[in-house]
């Protein structure tokens, strides 16, 4: 199920009271008035950067993708919800496939030198990890660390802390992002260890990751993506997160082949 971000739970509290307050535009099917949908997500959300707005299956029905969330709305802007649109011939879940177009799009943002990597040799898989280094089930995920690489997943460890950019964790975290060797100074961390406090402007860039995960929906740590983009999860053993990892690319291939003329 896709994760609300603060601007979805926004939506569905006052979808009802735009919708019951419009005024009825006559006709069955209006054209697409992109102005009143943009006013009525604005509505809600002001500073919403609508991404895009796009016909759907459904006649009348619009998909709008407005920062890290996707809504539906008619035509005329006048009824808006938000919820899990699928496909019930293809068995596609038509929310979740936006939503990884727009987490992908939000994940390639991430620089790579906000990023602490742990690889195999010859990745199969890469996954993207947003952690805190006070988490015990992110510890659990370095803890397994062997395991992920005996299965060709490369980890890319990528800061946010739970408890807000005030937290106490963040000294920690920027310590860890400031260290010559991030890989051992995470892994010290994660087990309980201490390495030395240090600022070399990583705080600003941890509250940059913080802001992006928000946009993302992201709630609690670890929370664990694939390269398209789609949410796996939080804390998954090895076996398991390699498991749904081949799942996704079987499913993928399923669809693209669905989709060839």
């Not at 496939?97 to 994940?107: F, I, K, Q, Y």
């Not at 990023?115 to 988490?135: A, L, Q, R, W």
């Not at 800061?159 to 807000?164: A, L, N």
């Not at 260890?193 to 609690?220: F, R, S, T, W």
């Amino acid at each position: 199920m896709p994760t609300l971000t603060r601007f979805a739970r926004r939506a569905l509290a006052c979808a009802i009271a735009l919708t019951s307050s419009a005024v009825a535009v006559a006709g069955a099917t209006a054209p697409t008035d992109h102005q009143a949908i943009r006013d009525t997500v604005r509505a809600i959300n002001d500073k919403a950067v609508i991404r895009s707005i796009d016909d759907m299956p459904i006649p009348g029905l619009k998909r709008v993708v407005a920062d890290g969330s996707v809504l539906y709305t008619t035509d005329d802007g006048r009824y808006l919800f938000y919820g899990v649109l699928l496909d019930t011939k293809t068995h596609r879940n038509l929310t979740d496939e936006a939503l990884g177009d727009v987490r992908l799009e939000l994940l390639k943002t991430i620089p790579a030198d906000d990023k602490i990597v742990f690889s195999p040799k010859n990745p199969k898989y890469t996954v993207t990890v947003f952690t805190d280094t006070g988490c015990p089930y992110c510890h659990l995920i370095q803890k397994n660390l062997k395991g992920y690489m005996d299965a060709g997943i490369a980890i890319e460890y990528v800061p946010f802390p739970r408890g807000g950019v005030l937290s106490p964790e963040v000294a920690k975290m920027t310590a860890v992002w400031c260290a010559k060797d991030r890989q051992a100074a995470y892994a010290t961390v994660v087990a309980g260890g201490q390495v030395p406090a240090a600022n070399c402007g990583k705080a600003a860039d941890i509250a940059k990751m913080y802001a992006l995960g928000d946009k993302l929906g992201i709630e609690g740590t670890p929370a664990i993506y694939d390269q398209t983009g789609r949410q796996l999860g939080g804390f998954l053993p090895p076996a398991a997160l390699l498991g749904k990892l081949q799942q996704g690319e079987r499913k993928a291939q399923s669809v693209a082949a669905a989709a060839a003329p």
